[in-house]
């Protein structure tokens, strides 16, 4: 049975693994290699990280950065959401993103927002099932570096939800 939990820093092997996933997959972030804990902790609000576990493993997780330091904004967030590549298509990213959300509502973000690349159609469609919106898409908005997209400029689709 998959259960969440808040991350811990004693998770983070296991999360940077998921994250390298992410981006050999080359459908999840236009980063290059995962960050440091310490980079990861300082850009992601502590209050807003959970991990998907199977036991003691951890099978996926979700964090969230601001997205402005301005106090209007204190509000928005920008999200994501890994699952582990094994464990891709049981339910964990649902189960991920639904706990992420409720948790968000209780810490008083009012906006949740993400940039999706086209062809992550499950994404897509999570995000769509959980009350996310399309805002717009922003075309050739980054050239990829590393992986099997190497070379080519990549679209995003932005995507929100507000409480």
């Known amino acids: 049975m998959t259960g969440l939990r808040p991350m811990r820093e004693g998770d983070w092997g296991a999360v940077q693994e998921i994250y390298r996933q992410g981006i050999e997959a080359g459908n999840a972030t236009f980063e290059t290699e995962p960050p440091s804990w310490e980079h990861f902790d300082a850009g992601k609000r502590a209050d807003l ?28 967030v920008e999200h994501s959401v890994y699952v582990e590549e094994g464990h891709q298509g049981q339910g964990i990213g649902r189960l991920l993103l639904d706990g992420f959300l409720d948790l ?43 992986g099997p997209w190497a070379g080519r400029w990549r679209d995003t689709i932005l995507i929100e939800r507000r409480a």
């Open 49 to 76: 990280r959970l991990v998907a576990v199977q036991g003691d493993e951890v099978v996926g997780w979700a964090a969230a950065s601001p997205v402005s330091s301005r106090e209007v904004y204190r509000g928005v």
């Open 104 to 146: 968000a509502a209780r810490q008083g973000v009012w906006t949740v927002q993400s940039s999706i690349f086209p062809e992550n159609v499950a994404s897509l469609r999570l995000h769509e099932a959980c009350g996310f919106r399309t805002v717009g898409r922003r075309e050739r908005i980054a050239l990829m570096q590393t």
